[in-house]
Nanobody, 119 residues
């Protein structure tokens, strides 16, 4: 089993920055892709950024140039550096990890961390 724990959320004014962290523990072997999603009240959970085991990244258009996803394999941690934050970035941010186990695949979610951007 894999457990994901997010941290770094909080309240920030528009234009400010936050750095989210997601640490994996447990049976962390064979984890390949990791990603950050976000969900605002009454909205669906949407992909924000993803990163593969090889370091390839992908971002939703609305955060390109402002957010950076990275990972530290030695620490089993993925980060989301958020800059130039906007009120529309307000949401609960969730970490996701995908684990390949032979012919099986598992997906794990963190509990989420609240990000609130005030105007």
């Amino acid at each position: 089993q894999v457990q994901l724990v997010e941290s770094g959320g909080g309240l920030v004014q528009a234009g400010g920055s936050l750095r989210l962290s997601c640490s994996a523990s447990g049976s962390i072997f064979r984890i390949n892709a990791m990603a950050w999603y976000r969900q605002a009240p009454g909205k669906q959970r949407d992909l924000v950024a993803s990163i593969t085991s090889g370091g390839s990244t992908n971002y939703v258009d609305s955060v390109k140039g402002r957010f950076t996803i990275s990972r530290d394999n030695a620490k089993n941690t993925v980060y989301l550096q958020m800059s130039s934050l906007k009120p529309e970035d307000t949401a609960v941010y969730y970490c996701k990890a995908r684990q390949a186990m032979g012919v099986y695949e598992y997906v794990y979610w963190g509990q989420g961390t609240q990000v609130t951007v005030s105007s």
